[in-house]
Every structure is written in C-alpha cells, then in structure tokens.
C-alpha cells in the first residue's frame, strides 16, 4: 500500500490523463456546428464524426468520470495529516516520532552488536569443534615395545 502523498500523486495525474483523453476525444468527434447563426456549417470529409446520441452520452460518461476523480482526490486531500492541526501540534508529533525514531535505532545498533558477539561464539565453537574431529582421527602412535 502506497502513501496517501503518492495515492493523491497517481490520481492528479490520472485525472491529467482523463483531461487530455476528454479534450482529444471532443476535437476528433465534434460536429463543425457554426459559433453564430450567420456562419456556415463546415465540414471535413477526413473527420470521424460521432452522432449527437453517441457524442452526448460519451461526453456525459467523461464527465462522470472527471467528478469521480475529482471526489476522490478530495477525499485524498481530507486524509492528509495536518488538516485541522496546528504547526505547534504538527512539530510536537515530528518531535514525538524523531525520538522514538532515535530509541529504534538504538535498540537496531545493540541488536547488531548482539549478533555479531553471538556470531563469534558461535564461529568459536565450529572452530574448537572442527579441531577436535581432526584431533580425534590422527594416527595414534604406539610407543615401540622392546622385546
């Protein structure tokens, strides 16, 4: 799970993408209706034009989509800590965390110290052990008897 810093970063630029998405989609499938009445209808026989129908809906589920969006980022935007605190409780919060911050790392630090002594040992008694098996299996010698 993400932060909500980089939660609201991913749908600011979703919304971008939906922005440009509904920009692209209203210049290649508008109608070339004329701005006043005195203009002449234009028109391109190159262009891909939507019915009003299917231009209206399409244009509507867009919109749709971009107040979603918008609520979303908003609700994001709600979450964030600091909303209705103020800078005094914020720096008291960033001091509280620093200093358990700190005891952490400590605790981290003897841990580390902890076991690199216990790796120690432990690396002692390989040592001692391994030598005993290669005490154990050298020829015994016999002192000559005299006969």
Same mark, same amino acid.
């Given at each position: 799970? +993400?932060?909500?810093? &980089? !939660?609201?970063?991913? =749908?600011?630029?979703?919304?971008? #993408?939906?922005? =440009? $998405? *509904? ?9 070339? /209706?004329?701005?006043?009445?005195? /203009? /002449? ?5 190159? $262009? +891909? ?6 231009? *209206?809906? +399409? ?5 749709? @989509?971009?107040?979603?969006? &918008? ?12 909303? @209705?605190?103020? $800078? #005094? ?8 965390? !620093? ?5 952490? %790392?400590?605790?981290?630090? !003897? $841990?580390?110290? %902890?076991?690199? #002594? ?8 390989? =040592?001692?052990?391994? !030598? ?8 015994? /010698? ?6």
């Amino acid at each position: 799970m +993400t932060d909500r810093l &980089t !939660q609201l970063q991913i =749908c600011l630029d979703q919304m971008m #993408e939906q922005f =440009c $998405a *509904t920009i692209n989609y209203i210049d290649k499938n508008h109608d070339f /209706e004329p701005s006043s009445s005195g /203009e /002449e209808k234009m028109t391109d026989p190159q $262009a +891909t034009i939507a019915t009003s129908e299917e231009f *209206t809906n +399409t244009i509507d589920e867009l919109s749709t @989509d971009l107040i979603l969006k &918008t609520r979303q980022i908003i609700k994001l935007i709600d979450s964030l800590p600091g909303v @209705d605190v103020s $800078a #005094e409780e914020q720096m008291h919060r960033i001091d509280a965390l !620093q200093k358990k911050l700190m005891k952490v %790392e400590d605790e981290k630090l !003897q $841990a580390i110290k %902890e076991k690199e #002594e216990l790796l120690k040992s432990v690396n002692s008694m390989i =040592c001692d052990f391994t !030598q005993g098996i290669a005490n154990s299996r050298k020829p015994v /010698e016999m002192p000559e008897s005299s006969a």
